[in-house]
Structure formats: structure tokens, C-alpha cells
């Protein structure tokens, strides 16, 4: 029997475009070479370009359209004459939160072939998991702007963080490290200066831990953690960590396990109740969007990803492999890997490669 997919694709802006074709291009390949899945495509123009054409980042009605889907392919938003924070809210925000997609999930893992900044680093020293808490804290946009204007302008930028929404994802945090037999869950905070916020996150993270006896719980300051990624990403299996944090800290992150057209990010509603999201954490590159030379390995990875939270983790595992395969041989790498291969034909590659695994 064939079971049917259903997934919303919003390839976005710039880059966003032309990784989401070679991800598709993937998942169509597979579909071929299984006979039990089967892919359905539906193609939203949302993002940076329509707003300029229409003054909406999405239609009025895209919450209600996107919320019957089984996953949503997001490329990358953005665009130089649009306010970031505008692009962020609008769209991207308003999914996340909006489908409380309350985790979102990076993984830091060198695969083997990839360029590693690091010296005396490998694969076998740079394979973690940071689990960001992606619905609320920093990113809440509450606050309020004072005497805009005036020699006494000032602001408040307020985050929420709730005992809700610390404790489930710190304990996804735990439950993931059970499931994949990883020992430490690493809490990243900065608890002597956010003196309310990353106190009380660190009072539940003790709370939570104590559910989890057989995983080692260690607690960081965020200027630590920071280091360690550099000096000592050994020491890292699940990392958990607030919005701003987590964002941060996976851009770090992605640079250690091969640049930033290699990370996949998946934002997660792990109850299922409403569809999560598959995206690349690049951005949209405008800088070298519509020359062909955009890795798509990220995006790919977050399509296969997306396998993975749909019950087909044997095809991510085959996805990442293809990649692997091609690292090595070296002989179909974008400019970033040091290579002089289109967008196309890394997609083309993979593909190729696919059906010999």
C-alpha cells in the first residue's frame, strides 16, 4: 500500500528558491525508488518578494491553508529591502508560533568529508543535538518604546518565559537523549546576569533532571558554552537553550560541522497536533542568489529530516549517507566546499547516488 504525503513547500526568497528545487528534486527520487511513499507538492510564493508585491509576508488565510498539511518545506526569508524583523514576525514566527512548534531542533554533526575549521577535530568529536526552545523567551516581541524621539528615548525588550513552556522542552531535551542512548543533556543559561529568566529556567532544569537519573545533567553559562563548542564539542550530546541562545549558538555550531549551507533545522510540534516545519538555516543568501552556487546539502538535509518526523528515519539515514558519499568523493561540491559544481548538479549527484544505496 501507498501512503500519501501531503507537504506545503514555501521556497521564500534568494536561495531559498533554488536549495528547495534540489530538496524536492530528492524527495521525488525517492518516490521512485519506493513504491510505498508518494509525495504531494503544494507550492506557496509567501515571503519577502510577495510582500513587496502584495504588503503580506503570507496570505490572510495561510495559517487555515498550511495547518492541513503533514509537514511544511520552508527555503529561507528574506530580502534586502525588508526589514528582517518584519520577515522574522511575519512569517516565520507566526508559523512557529502559531503551530507551537515549540522545539526547534539543530543537529551539529561533522559528517564525514565535510571541512572542519577545528584542528585535530572529526566526526567522532562533533556529533550533538541543541534543542532550542523555539515559542517563546527572547523572541516574544513584548516591550514597549518610551519618548521615541527625545534625548530620552528608551526601551523595554521583555521575554516570556513560562513553566509550560521551559519544562516541555527541556524534557524533550531529556526524552531525546534517552531515545538516541546519548548520556549528558547540557543546559546553556546565563543565570548570574539575566537574574528572572535564565534563574528560573535553571530551577526547572534541576527540577526536570531529576526525572532522568540514568543522563548526566550539566549546566553552562552561555560565554562557556560558546568556548567549549570550540575547544571541547565532545563534551556536547543534547544541548538545551533558550530562543536567543539556541540561535545563536547553532550558527557556531554549523561553522564547526562544515559552514552554514550544511545545517538543517527542523521546527517541531512533537504532539503532532499541527504540521512542523523543515528549513535550512542559511538564509536566503541575496549575495549570490540566481548565480547557481548555493549549497543545497542543508536544505537536503532538513528534507530528509522531515523523513525522519514522518516515520521514514531508514530514507533520512539514506539521504545522509548519499551525502557522505558525495563529501568524499569531492568530485561535486559547491564554491563553500571548495568546488566548482552547480546547485543542480549536487541535487543531480545525490540523486545518482541514491539509487546505488
Known amino acids: 500500500m501507498t501512503k500519501v504525503f501531503n507537504i506545503a513547500v514555501i521556497p521564500g526568497d534568494g536561495i531559498g528558491t533554488e536549495v528547495v528545487a534540489e530538496g524536492v528534486k530528492i524527495l521525488k527520487q525517492i518516490q521512485q525508488l519506493d513504491s510505498t511513499i508518494k509525495f504531494q507538492f503544494t507550492h506557496f510564493p509567501w515571503g519577502c518578494e510577495y510582500y513587496l508585491q502584495t504588503g503580506k509576508m503570507m496570505d490572510d488565510d495561510g495559517m487555515e491553508r498550511l495547518a492541513k498539511f503533514d509537514a511544511i518545506y520552508l527555503g529561507a526569508v528574506g530580502y534586502p529591502t525588508v526589514p528582517d524583523h518584519l520577515s522574522l514576525r511575519e512569517l516565520l514566527l507566526k508559523i512557529r508560533v502559531g503551530f507551537d512548534q515549540y522545539v526547534n531542533l539543530r543537529p551539529v554533526k561533522l559528517l564525514n568529508g565535510a571541512p572542519c575549521p577545528l584542528k585535530d577535530k572529526g566526526p567522532k568529536d562533533i556529533d550533538f543535538v541543541v534543542i532550542r526552545e523555539n515559542s517563546e523567551g527572547e523572541y516574544a516581541g513584548l516591550g514597549e518604546w518610551f519618548n521615541e524621539g527625545t534625548p530620552d528615548e528608551y526601551v523595554y525588550q521583555i521575554g516570556k518565559f513560562t513553566r509550560k513552556g521551559t519544562e516541555r522542552v527541556i524534557r524533550y531535551a531529556f526524552e531525546l537523549a534517552r531515545a538516541e542512548g546519548r548520556k549528558r543533556v547540557t543546559s546553556v543559561t546565563k543565570g548570574n546576569a539575566l537574574n528572572y529568566s535564565m534563574v528560573f529556567w535553571d530551577k526547572i ?62 521546527n517541531l510540534n512533537p504532539e503532532g497536533t499541527y504540521p512542523s516545519m523543515f528549513e535550512s538555516i542559511h538564509g536566503s543568501a541575496p549575495d549570490i542568489a540566481g548565480k547557481g552556487i548555493a ?63
Open 205 to 266: 532544569f534541576a527540577e526536570v533532571s531529576k526525572d532522568y537519573p540514568d543522563i548526566q545533567a550539566n549546566q553552562l553559562m552561555v560565554d562557556a558554552a560558546s568556548m567549549n563548542f570550540v575547544l571541547h564539542p565532545e563534551r556536547f550530546d543534547v544541548v538545551v537553550t533558550s530562543n536567543l541562545f539556541g540561535d545563536i549558538l547553532t550558527d557556531l555550531g554549523a561553522s564547526i560541522s562544515g559552514g552554514m549551507g550544511m545545517c538543517a533545522g527542523d
Open 295 to 357: 549549497n543545497p546539502i542543508a536544505e537536503i538535509w532538513s528534507a530528509a529530516n522531515m523523513l525522519k518526523h514522518l516515520g521514514l528515519k531508514h530514507w533520512h539515514d539514506k539521504i545522509l549517507q548519499a551525502i557522505e558519499v558525495l563529501l568524499l568523493d569531492k568530485q561535486t561540491l559547491t564554491p563553500d566546499l571548495g568546488g566548482n559544481a552547480t546547485t543542480s548538479q549536487v541535487g543531480d549527484a545525490l540523486c545518482k547516488i541514491l539509487t546505488t544505496l
